[in-house]
């Protein structure tokens, strides 16, 4: 079945230093990929999506490029802010249902 | 706009009692989704739908049930609530239109078996 990887957590960065949070994924057909975040005490909300090869997906500063050959969508962002604290989940969509399959989830803090 | 309203936000339960969390959404959106959230586990689909009258069986379906009577309502069930349903509930809609469009989520119902 369909299942997304991403790299344990958490991350504590300090403002201004570069993010990268990595997802791999495992899917039959040709998925879209997902980014989601979640701010304390929310619910999730879309960062970013890419549905289709190569393509990338950028919203707020934050990027992550739909790798086929290496099954990856890695989040990036090149200078993050206190206000980025929050949980970043990957996640990926196949088929009609558009039913969502996510990673665990990272936890990101970043200090002043 | 309102999106995804989620009812209630908490909840406190006896093991062995029953409840039923609601959500609405005002997208006309054909497909609804229920997902528990726990700690290092992600979400997790129970069940979801695809259009009034109609419902499926997700990732961890058991000890759940849920209705939809209405386009915009999704009802999750729990019939005999147990510790282990102990989590962050969310429901979540989406459009038919675009296949594999983006999923909206409520706020969330935090329930505690006890």
């Known amino acids: 079945g369909d299942s997304v990887t991403q790299m344990e957590g958490p991350v504590t960065l300090s403002e201004e230093a570069f993010l990268t949070i990595n997802c791999t994924y495992t899917a039959t057909g040709y998925p879209s990929l997902f980014w989601y975040v979640q701010y304390p005490g929310e619910g999730l909300q879309l960062l970013l999506k890419a549905t289709k090869a190569d393509d990338k997906g950028s919203n707020k500063g934050f990027e992550a490029t739909y790798r086929k050959e290496t099954t990856s969508f890695h989040l990036e962002k090149g200078s993050v802010q206190v206000s980025d604290s929050a949980v970043y989940f990957c996640a990926l969509s196949t088929g009609a249902n558009s039913k969502l399959t996510f990673g665990k989830g990272i936890t990101l803090s970043v200090r002043p | 706009n309102a999106g995804v309203t989620q009812t209630p936000k908490f909840r406190v339960l006896k093991t062995g009692q029953s409840m039923t969390l609601l959500c609405a959404q005002d997208m006309n959106h054909e497909y609804m989704y229920w997902y528990r959230q726990d700690p290092g586990m992600g979400l997790r689909l129970i069940h979801y739908?695809?259009?009034?009258?109609?419902?499926a069986k997700g990732e961890v379906p058991d000890g759940y049930n849920v209705s939809r009577l209405k386009k915009q309502n999704f009802l999750l069930g729990l019939e005999s609530a147990a510790p282990s349903q102990t989590s962050v509930y969310f429901c979540a809609s989406s459009s038919w239109f675009e296949v594999n469009t983006e999923a909206f989520f409520g706020q969330g119902t935090r329930l505690t078996v006890v």
């Open positions: 739908s695809v259009g009034e009258g109609t419902t």
